[in-house]
T-cell receptor
Framework: EAGVAQSPRYKIIEKRQSVAFWCNPI?????LYWYQQILGQGPKLLIQ????????DSQLPKDRFSAERLKGVDSTLKIQPAKLEDSAVYLC?????????????FGPGTRLTVT | AQSVTQPDIHITVSEGASLELRCNYS??????LFWYVQSPGQGLQLLLK??????LVQGIKGFEAEFKRSQSSFNLRKPSVHWSDAAEYFC???????????FGAGTTVTVRA
């Protein structure tokens, strides 16, 4: 079974530029999560999708961050414009339906450096 | 809202020695508890989980964890550490019917020969 795929793996941009990350969850996983992991901290949930609907985006800085999940499968997370404090690893995770929904499977992450 | 504290930022252990990582949670009812491991450049991998029942939970890679309600703890243990266990370990808490997880800050484990 293929895991959660993310691209790019690394990205370096200057502040005030925009950037987009892509995630392809495990096939059949209805729930998709985006996390931000700042160096030395645990992952922090940014947004949760159930199919193509948003379940929770209370921690997403909506003035600069946006996310969508097309057709309930792939998802993109965008930052525009980026700030220095956005430097972090952005993790995508997905979970299966029903009883498996508590188990999240993580992708390798995208390491963003904002200079 | 639930939260997790991992008191140890960094632990160094000799190969073959035992390992214990501490995790304390804050939640009003019985939480769902998880341990994840993150190797350099990798995503998080689930080691084990606790929902209910037997308070001693067995996981992958020889790890186990014990839920102690009286101490609000869910400590992770391994009897004999291998060099490949060097990684960062995260404890996470969730709530029934709420599939979001709150993670601790993590504990980095270094294994010396």
């Amino acid at each position: 079974e293929a895991g959660v795929a993310q691209s790019p793996r690394y990205k370096i941009i200057e502040k005030r530029q925009s950037v987009a990350f892509w995630c392809n969850p495990i096939s059949g996983h209805a729930t998709l999560y985006w996390y931000q992991q700042i160096l030395g901290q645990g992952p922090k949930l940014l947004i949760q999708f159930q199919n193509n609907g948003v379940v929770d985006d209370s921690q997403l800085p909506k003035d600069r961050f946006s996310a969508e999940r097309l057709k309930g499968v792939d998802s993109t997370l965008k930052i525009q414009p980026a700030k220095l404090e956005d430097s972090a690893v952005y993790l995508c995770a997905s979970s299966p339906p029903l009883a498996g929904r508590y188990e999240q499977y993580f992708g390798p992450g995208t390491r963003l450096t904002v200079t | 809202a639930q939260s997790v504290t991992q008191p140890d930022i960094h632990i160094t252990v000799s190969e073959g020695a035992s390992l214990e990582l501490r995790c304390n949670y804050s939640y009003g009812a019985t939480p769902y508890l998880f341990w994840y491991v993150q190797s350099p450049g990798q995503g998080l991998q689930l080691l084990l989980k606790y929902f209910s029942g037997d308070t001693l939970v067995q996981g992958i890679k020889g790890f186990e964890a014990e839920f102690k309600r009286s101490q609000s703890s869910f400590n992770l243990r391994k009897p004999s550490v291998h060099w490949s266990d060097a990684a960062e370990y995260f404890c996470a808490v969730g709530a029934p019917n709420d599939y979001k997880l709150s993670f601790g800050a993590g504990t980095t484990v270094t294994v010396r020969a």
